[in-house]
């Protein structure tokens, strides 16, 4: 069989075959002399799996050969699936080979990472980022030997930079930095959200590029690089994006229900959501945190937290300047919050797992939608029957 079938026939490259002999040479007994699994039944024999990685296992990486010490250990069976062995080699990390692994009996040691020397700058980062985000150093290892920064964390820092310059604009625009709430024109935009304006969806979303001065934009910045940053290079731009919106539309929605005159601006329910979901799950994982500089990180982000989150309820009851305007509301916070450790703790607890299968996920998704649905109802109907009288915006 030439590299190029055995390439189509397990779905891996040819470099892979190349790089570590042992591969093909298992495939080969595996495959055409069935040496191994003479029944052809895709389990090869604990027992022999072990000798072949003895004789062999100087070609691999000690973490990889670590990990396959532990499937050959873990089952009572008596046999390795040859497929979880294809799975690792390749980077393909199944459901069934995670089970497998975590299963066993042998206990990957936690501080392996910690003991490598010679790492450059970047290899240092990424196995910084792996301490401090993941509990288990089974994922921190696969993480760190899996993670090549493509795609770079872009979701996190492309809402930063929108961010930063449509502050920037409105900046220069009302000739005001500071306060911006208190210029005649500040809600005269298409973006913030305001109950007047309520109809126009897009307000539930875009009011995140809206700030009310630089202290506000400077707090969410730091806590979206902080934390933000680090979690998407774990868990990819797909988790911690629908985390992020789902923090804002639940902030946007929560401050319609429980403050029903105010504006809303800023992007804090996302990143409340994303700050209350790694902190929750720091708090819940303690033991297994190894990051030398958890604590440090931890009282940065609840500083931040604490200082903005004063500074939104002092501005929402103190007098305006302009009494006809209302100060934005500091619910989105809360909801936020609420997003993080319910939806969040979730979907960063389940690093590279399917969420499908979690039933607490459903749980938790479903109350969502059901406060969404809840939430429009409310929009649609409350101010109506609540005879809520909301000053004009313009």
């Known amino acids: 069989m030439t590299n190029g079938e055995r390439e189509m026939e397990l779905g891996v490259g040819v470099t892979e075959f190349n790089r570590f002999p042992l591969f093909g040479y298992l495939h080969h007994y595996h495959g055409e002399s069935n040496k191994f699994d003479p029944t052809n039944t895709g389990y090869i024999s604990t027992e022999k799996f072990r000798n072949l990685l003895q004789a062999h296992g100087s070609e691999l990486e000690p973490h990889k050969l670590e990990v396959l010490l532990a499937l050959a250990d873990n089952n009572s069976e008596g046999k390795v699936c040859y497929q979880d062995f294809v799975n690792l080699m390749s980077n393909k990390r199944s459901n069934s080979f995670r089970r497998a692994i975590h299963l066993g009996n042998r206990h990957l040691r936690a501080n392996s990472l910690l003991e490598e020397t010679g790492l450059t700058i970047s290899q240092r980062f990424i196995r910084h980022i792996a301490y401090e985000t993941l509990p288990r150093g089974l994922d921190r290892k696969w993480y760190y030997d899996s993670y090549t920064c493509c795609p770079p964390p872009w979701f996190m820092i492309t809402v930063t930079l929108l961010e930063i310059a449509v502050f920037i604009y409105y900046g220069l625009v009302l000739e005001k930095w500071v306060l911006q709430i208190t210029h005649p ?204 009288r909301l000053l004009s915006p313009a």
Not at 314 to 320: G, I
Not at 358 to 379: C, E, H, R, T
């Open 185 to 388: 024109s500040y809600l005269n935009n298409p973006l913030v959200y305001q109950p007047q304006r309520r109809r126009q969806i897009w307000r539930y979303l875009s009011y995140i590029f809206m700030h009310v001065g630089v202290e506000h934009l400077g707090f969410n910045v730091v806590l979206q690089l902080l934390v933000g940053v680090p979690l998407e290079m774990v868990h990819g731009a797909l988790r911690i994006s629908f985390i992020y919106l789902a923090g804002v539309l639940a902030g946007s929605l929560a401050a319609s229900v429980a403050d029903m005159t105010a504006p809303v601006a800023g992007s804090s329910g996302g990143v409340y959501a994303l700050v209350s979901a790694h902190l929750a799950n720091v708090v819940m994982s303690w033991s297994g945190m190894r990051c030398q500089f958890k604590l440090i990180r931890m009282g940065i982000a609840m500083i931040c937290m604490s200082l903005e989150f004063g500074r939104a309820v002092w501005l929402r009851f103190h007098p305006a300047t302009h009494p006809s305007y209302t100060h934005p509301s500091f619910v989105t916070h809360l909801g936020g919050v609420m997003v993080g450790i319910t939806l969040g703790v979730v979907v960063l607890r389940n690093y590279e797992q399917r969420l499908h299968e979690q039933s607490i996920w459903w749980i938790f998704l479903l109350i969502y939608l059901l406060f969404v649905f809840f939430a429009v109802l409310w929009n649609i109907f409350a101010y109506n029957l609540l005879e809520i």
